[in-house]
């Protein structure tokens, strides 16, 4: 039995094999979360979307986490860490074989039933294993195993989006060519079979999550909670409720930024680059520049935090690369333009492993509720991208109806969409500079 303290910098380090178990939950995030950038376009193509209708791939997974986040609060407080990340595994695995009714029937509510089932089940992993790795150690080091952590889960979502746009994106070129062209029937079969190609990789997603959840069941995972509040002394108020930590609120808005801008990143930049006219079968690679990018900073923050820069330093320098980035992208053209939203894996790393200790300090009994809110804030994945999504179907309308053609249109709606970037960005500087200290002792 481990009792984590948060507060005591000196405790003994964590054992090797919970930290390797609870990375190995990290890749599995990462390796589901991140294919959302090769399934935005293969969606848009196979049911004819627009692009704000394809970006409800990233909704239907992020809003799954403010339905969930609470129950999922809920439900670890009732059955515990361990029976909490089998248990989203398990409810992964569903959601991965819905996919096959839903290939089935080419029906777009049943891939985004799917999708979202899924992400009730990351929900549920997502609220067990941040708060658990946070508190596994010291939290001045926080930011560092995070930090570690982020590097399995990007490396699984480069090798995601690899594997799944070399899978789902085969072809795409030609059969959005042909599709102008050939007769309804001869469309609806050539739809018919590029969605059957999800059937095989999601039936050997679900076996691989089955098997994962009856080895999280089993594996010898310790026992860890957050250190209580400390009582308060004479003339002191005591913490009775959430509501009396500004600095977590502050956190959960920032984290809700983040993600918004996290998704936009790797999530939109296949189909960026798709618009701005590179072929489908070089944009595939395009999420993976975007992941080795964060993954190369994660490692960066895993040797710097906390011996040489602190969690704060570490999320203001990150947010000042962001919207420098963000004006760089809007203000540049073709290849240079998607470099610089692959940048933003580097602005964006440090970000979540920064915010999460930051915003669970200090909160003791209130730990476990403060991270549910915190994986609800991860909900800025389903509502940020598609404003995106909105803005440029709105931009490229309006640039068609100056008398552009449809490709110039498309390019430039995109490029000027990624302003959205820019508020987000300064909402996280503000917590970094002194919007994580409001409400604290000793701040």
């Known amino acids: 039995?481990?009792?984590?303290?948060?507060?005591?910098?000196?405790?003994?380090?964590?054992?090797?094999?919970?930290?390797?178990?609870?990375?190995?939950l990290f890749f599995i995030f990462g390796f589901v979360t991140w294919i959302n950038g090769a399934l935005i376009p293969f969606m848009k193509t196979i049911n004819e979307l627009t692009s704000a209708q394809s970006l409800l791939v990233a909704s239907a997974s992020y809003i799954s986490f403010v339905v969930m986040a609470l129950p999922a609060s809920y439900i670890l407080a009732k059955i515990g860490y361990k029976k909490g990340m089998s248990l989203g595994l398990f409810i992964m695995g569903f959601g991965a074989l819905i996919f096959i009714p839903a290939a089935e029937a080419r029906t777009y509510w049943m891939f985004l039933t799917g999708i979202f089932i899924q992400g009730a089940g990351m929900t549920l992993l997502q609220t067990a294993s941040n708060p658990y790795i946070t508190i596994l150690g010291p939290i001045e080091s926080a930011a560092k195993r995070i930090s570690i952590m982020g590097i399995c889960n990007k490396i699984a979502g480069a090798l995601g989006s690899l594997i799944f746009g070399s899978i789902l994106l085969s072809g795409i070129d030609e059969i959005q060519e042909k599709l102008s062209k050939v007769s309804v029937s001869e469309k609806n079969i050539l739809l018919n079979n590029m969605a059957d190609s999800v059937v095989v990789p999601y039936i050997s997603m679900a076996v691989v999550l089955f098997i994962l959840g009856i080895l999280i069941r089993k594996a010898p995972l310790p026992n860890v909670e957050a250190a209580p509040i400390e009582e308060a002394k004479d003339g002191?108020?005591?913490?009775?409720?959430?509501?009396?930590?500004?600095?977590?609120?502050?956190?959960?808005?920032?984290?809700?930024?983040?993600?918004?801008?996290?998704?936009?990143?790797?999530?939109?930049?296949?189909?960026?680059?798709?618009?701005?006219?590179?072929?489908?079968?070089?944009?595939?690679?395009?999420?993976?520049?975007?992941?080795?990018?964060?993954?190369?900073?994660?490692?960066?923050?895993?040797?710097?935090?906390?011996?040489?820069?602190?969690?704060?330093?570490?999320?203001?320098?990150?947010?000042?690369?962001?919207?420098?980035?963000?004006?760089?992208?809007?203000?540049?053209?073709?290849?240079?333009?998607?470099?610089?939203?692959?940048?933003?894996?580097?602005?964006?790393?440090?970000?979540?492993?920064?915010?999460?200790?930051?915003?669970?300090?200090?909160?003791?009994?209130?730990?476990?509720?403060?991270?549910?809110?915190?994986?609800m804030a991860i909900s800025g994945g389903a509502v940020i991208p598609p404003l995106y999504g909105k803005f440029v179907d709105g931009a490229k309308a309006d640039l068609i109806a100056q008398g552009i053609s449809e490709v110039n249109a498309s390019a430039s709606a995109s490029t000027k969409g990624y302003w959205i970037l820019l508020p987000c960005y300064i909402f996280i500087l503000y917590y970094a500079i002194s919007g994580h200290k409001i409400g604290l002792k000793n701040s």
Request: charged share 5%; aromatic share 12%; glycine share 8%.
């Open 236 to 375: 002191q108020t005591v913490k009775t409720s959430i509501f009396q930590f500004p600095h977590l609120w502050l956190g959960v808005l920032t984290l809700f930024m983040y993600v918004g801008v996290e998704v936009i990143a790797g999530d939109t930049i296949i189909a960026y680059g798709i618009a701005l006219g590179f072929p489908a079968a070089d944009a595939k690679f395009f999420t993976t520049f975007t992941l080795l990018a964060m993954v190369a900073t994660y490692a960066l923050g895993a040797f710097l935090i906390p011996k040489y820069i602190t969690q704060a330093l570490a999320l203001r320098v990150s947010a000042v690369l962001g919207i420098i980035l963000s004006f760089c992208i809007v203000f540049s053209t073709g290849f240079t333009s998607v470099l610089f939203v692959a940048g933003l894996g580097i602005a964006n790393a440090l970000v979540w492993p920064a915010v999460w200790p930051l915003t669970l300090n200090g909160l003791g009994k209130f730990t476990k509720t403060g991270a549910a809110l915190l994986v």
């Open 1 to 24: 039995m481990v009792n984590a303290n948060t507060t005591n910098s000196s405790q003994t380090k964590p054992n090797l094999l919970p930290i390797l178990i609870i990375a190995s």
